[in-house]
Every structure is written in structure tokens, then in C-alpha cells.
């Protein structure tokens, strides 16, 4: 069944395409700008996403997924915006319209101005056996790993690779996983098993050394922490094949293992590709100061799908660190181009991290050379802020619409 939407077309039709931090923020931005220009009743706003959640995936890797969602509803149905539950197959620019697949059929969404906030996601990878492997890329995919391991714990982790846990890359997102799912394992194990067993953590990293991407001080805090936490590090090493009950590495080692959790490259929506325009290597859009898509009149890119320069000649990097920030300038400059009104440059000068390396320990760093500023506990109340604290919306809508404006964050 073919829909065509057609109760736009007494306003201005702004849809926005995901329902992530970019997305979110763009939609509650909009709104805000809307009230301010006294267009609000002049204008339709749209969020499609695939479901009702607005997921804190920077904590997917976390011991407990309680609390890493946020109903979209709960913002979106009070401020009027619209919300279609759905995949977006394709977008014709040319027409400003899009296919959404929904659970009622296909919907042929027209739209005046577009807003692309689509995300990343795990790189598909050609090798034997991936279908076997986890991840916490997605709330669904985390919660897959966690049902797997609440069923290796009823089974007392009883086969010979049950206990064993192999993490392939030594990025942000495996360095956070390999330090948190012994944890993990232990607390299930706690509640659900009827025996006591140890547990081999490994990570597999292709380049000679772990973390190289950070500061000298920096790795070298990660490093130990790595070795105090008793995981294996096998560097100058990559899977190249996965069975139920092992992995094999390309130095040639076979090792028993139940569970393979890849964390290993992420690529833009492939979204990306229903425009014209330049990409970088990870299949992003480059885009003007303003998160506009060169060549398009009405087309807006913010998030992970966004190639922008930020401070230093450096473009964004895949986080949300800078997709929310994204957001706020997306929703904002939708509205103003929308009604005639000066756009507003994006600007966001600051960058640092802030790596979970598992209980007791974490790392706060500054700038692009990852320089650390904070280690152990101290470092792990930053983090316990920022994942708890910082990257949710106020819990008050009105508050969380007065925080959608664009201004350059002090991080």
C-alpha cells in the first residue's frame, strides 16, 4: 500500500530524517525559532524515525541499559511535532518528497525543507562468520549481547568458551566495552548462575599499539589500566573468521570463544547517497558553515552524516559531542531559511573526551591531541555527569526547548 501525505500543504513542511541527538535537537530547535520568528502557525514540523526512542547510544556499552532511551513522545506530542515510526527507503530531492516504509505500508512524504540527521553506523564487514559476532552499536544490538549473556549465565557458562569474551577493536567504543563487560558477566553470573567461574577478556587490535590516538600520558594511563584489569591485548592482529564457539585471527591464533562483541568502523547513513554532493572517507556529506548541503536550496545536514570544519581546520567527529550541537544550528536554520531570516554559522571551537575504562577508572582529555586533564575517579565523576547528566534533554519540556538554542558550547 502507497500513501501520499497530503495535510502539509497549508504550511511550510520541515522534516526532519532521525530521531538521534542531531534529530532531537533539531526538532525542539525549530520549534523555538518558529515561536521567536511568530511563525509557529505557519509551519508543519515532521521527525521520522524508527521508533519512538531517542537512545543514548554513548552508553550502550554500560553494565545496565536502564535509562538509555528516551521516549520521543514525551517531548514531540506536546510541542505538535509530528512523529512517523518508520524507515526511510529513499529521498527525491529533485521533488522534495520521501518513501517511508511503516507498519501500514509506504508513505510518500513531500516536504519544503529537509533536515538529514540520520546517524552512523557499524561499517558492513565481508568475512566469515560476522553474523556471529555482537555489538552495542543500536539499543537492539546491545540488548541482544545482554540476552546472550543472560542465557550463557543460566547455563552456568558451562561450554569451554563461555567465559571468554573477545572485543575486536581497540577504538573509543571497544576500549569502553572491553573494560565494562567483565562486569557485566560477573553481575549476571551473580544473579542467575548456580556456579563460580573466571573470566578471559580479550581485545584485538590491528595497529602495534592500544589507544595510539591519544596523548603519550593518555595511553599510557590506558594501557595500565588494560593491565590491571587483567584483559589480553593482541596487537598487529584482526579477525578474520568467526564460528559460534571461536574466533580466528589473522596471526593464526584460534581462540574458544562464545562471544565476539565488534566495535570496529562506523560510515555515515547510507542516506547520504540520495544526494549530490562531496563525501570523505566515511561516506559524510560536506556541507557550508551553516549545515547546508552545497547545491541544495532546502536541504540541511547535521550530525554523523555532516562533514564540517570545526576548530582548527578539523572536521566534527562521529559523537555526540557534536551532533547535539549540530542539532541546535540545524533546527534553527531550517526555520530562519524557511521565512527569510539570516542564517547562523555553526560554531563549536572546543573538544575533549572523557573514556570509561571500567569501574575506578576513566580518562577526561583536552583538545585534538587527547592531552589528559583527568584520570581515575576524578575523572569517573566526569564521566558519571556527562552520560547521566549532560547528554540528556531537562526533563522539562519548555526548559529543554529554551536549551535548543545554537551557542557555542564550554565544554
Known amino acids: 500500500m502507497t500513501n501520499t501525505a497530503n495535510q502539509y500543504q497549508d504550511k511550510k513542511h520541515l522534516v526532519i530524517v532521525g530521531g538521534g541527538y542531531a534529530g532531537f ?42 535509562g538509555t532511551r528516551v521516549e520521543l513522545d514525551r517531548y514531540l506530542k506536546p510541542l505538535q511535532v509530528n512523529q512517523i515510526q518508520g524507515r526511510t527507503e529513499s529521498i527525491n530531492a529533485e521533488n522534495n518528497e520521501l518513501s517511508v516504509f511503516t507498519a501500514n505500508g509506504i508513505l510518500n512524504i513531500p516536504y519544503d525543507y529537509l533536515i538529514l540527521a540520520t546517524g552512523s553506523s557499524l561499517k558492513a564487514v565481508n568475512l566469515p562468520g560476522i553474523s556471529h559476532t555482537f555489538n552495542n552499536d543500536t539499543f537492539n544490538g546491545a540488548k541482544h549481547l545482554e540476552d546472550h549473556m543472560i542465557k550463557l549465565a543460566q547455563n552456568n557458562f558451562e561450554n569451554e ?17 572491553v573494560t565494562a563487560i567483565e562486569e557485566k558477566a560477573k553481575l ?44 589480553e591485548v593482541i596487537t598487529n592482529a584482526a579477525v578474520v ?9 589473522s596471526n593464526g591464533e584460534r581462540i574458544p570463544t562464545s562471544t565476539v562483541i565488534w566495535t570496529a568502523g562506523l560510515t555515515a547513513s547510507p542516506l547520504t547517497s540520495c544526494f549530490k554532493g562531496s563525501k570523505d572517507h566515511l561516506n559524510r556529506l560536506s556541507v557550508d558553515q551553516h549545515l547546508k548541503l552545497p547545491g541544495y536550496d532546502n536541504v540541511i545536514i547535521a550530525g554523523d552524516v555532516a562533514n564540517v570544519t570545526v576548530s582548527e581546520g578539523r572536521s566534527a567527529v562521529m559523537s555526540c559531542q557534536f551532533s547535539q550541537f549540530q542539532g541546535r544550528w540545524a533546527g534553527h536554520n531550517a526555520v530562519n531559511d524557511l521565512f527569510n531570516a539570516p542564517l547562523k554559522p555553526y560554531q563549536q571551537t572546543g573538544y575533549n ?26 575523572a569517573k565523576k566526569h564521566k558519571f555527569w556527562i552520560s547521566n547528566d ?5 526533563k522539562d519540556i519548555e526548559q529543554a526547548v529554551a536549551a535548543s538554542f545554537p551557542k557555542i558550547p564550554q565544554l
Request: aromatic share 8%; charged share 25%; net charge negative.
Open 25 to 66: 535537537w533539531s526538532a525542539l530547535s525549530a520549534v523555538r525559532q518558529s515561536r521567536e520568528l511568530n511563525k509557529a502557525s505557519d509551519l508543519e514540523i515532521t521527525l521520522i524515525n524508527s521508533d519512538n526512542y531517542f537512545t543514548m547510544r554513548p552508553r550502550l556499552y554500560e553494565v545496565s541499559l536502564e
Open 161 to 177: 568458551g563461555d567465559t571468554t569474551f573477545v572485543v575486536a577493536g581497540g577504538g573509543f567504543t571497544g576500549l569502553e566495552t
Open 188 to 231: 549476571l553470573q551473580e544473579k542467575l548462575s548456580a556456579t563460580v567461574a573466571s573470566f578471559r577478556i580479550v581485545m584485538v587490535e590491528k595497529s602495534d599499539k592500544v589507544a595510539s590516538f591519544y596523548s603519550s600520558d593518555s595511553q599510557k594511563y590506558i594501557v595500565e589500566t588494560l593491565k590491571a584489569k587483567n584483559i
Open 241 to 249: 573468521g568467526i564460528e559460534p564457539d571461536a574466533v580466528t585471527l
Open 353 to 378: 573526551t572523557c573514556l570509561d575504562l571500567g569501574s575506578g577508572h576513566a580518562i577526561v582529555t583536552d583538545g585534538w591531541t587527547r592531552d589528559l586533564r583527568h584520570k581515575g575517579e576524578e
Open 390 to 394: 549532560l547528554i540528556y534533554p531537562p
